[in-house]
């Protein structure tokens, strides 16, 4: 009775080495090729790669695109920022009545990260009349104080918390091409 299941086991393995055996992989090319008229995959890879390849794809169908002022590398180095801003940064909340207190921290890069980042992006959430924003640089930590006299702005600040305000006022598809041209992005 032991022997049934192995059996059993050895087949099921056996039909699955086959039909993986039997995969053309010729046909990479087309796929490849749908993908790029949008009847497969949508995404290029990765979150960082994928919007890599979008810009990139936008500047090559750019006739006026002056090529040497692209700073692709810019862009990545930034990218590389905003994804270590989400996943490294250790980040203590203070909610008050009026909005919220966040103070950011983490090891150097990190930090490096939210100094280059968190002033920047306060200017942008500044420009928001609806509440006030104030950046401290501290030694090991950089605070970002998000208030409003309004309880229904308050609420969706403390809502938001630093990673939603971080990641608010929607300019960020702009920046990163006016950073992928050379241009001044802030």
Do not use: C
Not at 62 to 90: A, F, I, K, N, Q
Request: net charge negative; hydrophobic share 45%.
């Amino acid at each position: 009775m032991k022997s049934i299941p192995i059996i059993a086991l050895s087949i099921l393995l056996a039909s699955a080495g086959f039909g993986y055996s039997q995969m053309n992989h010729a046909d990479h090319g087309a796929q490849s090729e749908m993908g790029a008229r949008g009847a497969g995959l949508t995404e290029a890879g990765q979150g960082a790669f994928a919007a890599l390849s979008e810009a990139v794809r936008l500047l090559e169908a750019d006739p006026d695109t002056e090529w040497s002022t692209v700073d692709v590398r810019g862009l990545r180095d930034h990218l590389v920022d905003m994804d270590r801003l989400v996943t490294h940064s250790v980040v203590r909340e203070v909610v008050l009545e009026d909005g919220v207190r966040a103070v950011a921290g983490g090891d150097a890069a990190t930090l490096a990260t939210l100094r280059r980042m968190v002033p920047a992006h306060a200017g942008e959430l500044a420009t928001d009349d609806r509440w006030s924003v104030t950046v401290s640089d501290q030694e090991d930590t950089v605070e970002l104080l998000v208030t409003s006299d309004d309880p229904a702005v308050a609420a969706r600040i403390r809502g938001l918390g630093f990673f939603g305000l971080m990641a608010s006022q929607d300019h960020h598809r702009a920046h990163h091409l006016r950073m992928l041209r050379g241009e001044d992005a802030h």
